[in-house]
Structures are given as structure tokens and as C-alpha cells.
């Protein structure tokens, strides 16, 4: 576009591509008066048409891919596979519950009393193994027996290592105590001991329903903390 300074006379050039669809001033170069500049009307973008006859550029453009549409149609492929999958519940709801037993009976007792597909269970009858596990994939559970590994106090090196435990590692680690000079469910031991639960042998087949009785107490009891925290219960 082609305009002239209205007071010097001074032809003015614009690029048709950058012009602005409104009025606009600019100073002239020569005189430094201010001109306004009316810019041309610019035709409307026109789609393809849909009814009636085509242009020879018109089915061109039709002919040509729609690259709007290939690039939604990419980006819905790629959100579709970025997409999580849905996780198996069935697995990480369960909670993991390391036995470290010296008696193979209470073991198996123990195994046979709860619930496979709400509790992931080892084993391990050294203590060197058990840490080993523990540090492979923490458990939510360790069911301990005084007596475990007793050639190398094995009862002992688990204690020690359960108290070495971070706070917020140790608050989410459930300690189980199973001996005959304890007393099922006794609170007071279970704190003299450093854990949380005691159990008498003869009830390890009752084993859930006292753990998840135990559990309820212990989320009602550090409810208060949970929630100053912003933590879930246990």
C-alpha cells in the first residue's frame, strides 16, 4: 500500500501483509507531521466450500490433508498414551508383612491366618536376610519373635535395626512381638518392648483381627498427630 504525507507530499510505503485492519498514524519521515492511515478492507478467510461448484484452488486445498486435524489427531494419540494404567488393586493395597519366626509352626499359622489378597507375605530365618529384604522392599509388618536367628540374636539385631529407623520410617512400620511371656493386645508391654502389638502364641491363628483391632487403636490414637502432620492413617 501506497500512501502520501498531506502536508510535504511524501509518498509513504506499507506492507500489505503487516497493515492492521484499523486506522493507524504514523509521522512522517520529511516534515514530521502526523498522517492517518486507512488501510484497505481485507477479504475474509473462505473454507472450501461445501455445496456448489469448486474452484480449481479450492479442491486443491480439499484434496491437501487437513494439517489442523493431523496435529489434534497426533496429540490425542500421544495424551492417550501417556495416560497412567490403571493399577492392579489387588497388590498395591496389600500390605506387606515380613514374618521372622523360630517357630516354624507359628509361621505357618501365621500364614494361614490372614488373607492372601489383602496381605503380601515373606519369610526369612536369618537376620541378615531379613534386613535384606527390608531394604529391598520395606515392609508395612514385621511379625518378630525373640528367639529369631538365636545363634546370632538375631531378636536383638532386628530391635536394633527397627530402632534406627527414621521417625517417619518407624511411625509407618508396624512391629508385631509374638512370645509366650507377652500377653495378646497389652499395651504396656508392647511400649516397654518398643513395639506396637503384642501377641501370645496360642492366639497367632486370631493374628488379623487382633493386628487390624490394634491397627484401629493405633490410627484413632495418632489421629490428632495424622492429621497436624497431613498424614494418611496407617
Known sequence: MIASCPQCAMSL???DIRLPTEPFNVLCPRCRQSVTIMPPPKEEPKLPGITGALDPINVAEVDQPDSL???ADLLLAGLKQSQPQVPDTSKWQRRRVLLCQDDPQIRETLRNAMETSRYEIF??????????????SRADV?????????DHQGGAAMMQYINTLTPQVRRRTYVVLVSPQLRTLDTYLAFANGVNLTVHPEDVAA???IFERSVRDFNELYRPLN????????
Do not use: K, M, N, Y
Open 123 to 136: 519369610s526369612a530365618d536369618l537376620a541378615p536376610e531379613a534386613i535384606e529384604i527390608l531394604h529391598e
Open 142 to 150: 514385621i511379625v518378630l519373635s525373640p528367639g529369631f536367628d538365636a
Open 207 to 209: 493374628f488379623q483381627s
Open 13 to 15: 510505503t506499507f506492507d
Open 69 to 71: 486435524r493431523a496435529l
Open 227 to 234: 492429621q497436624a502432620s497431613s498424614l494418611g492413617a496407617f
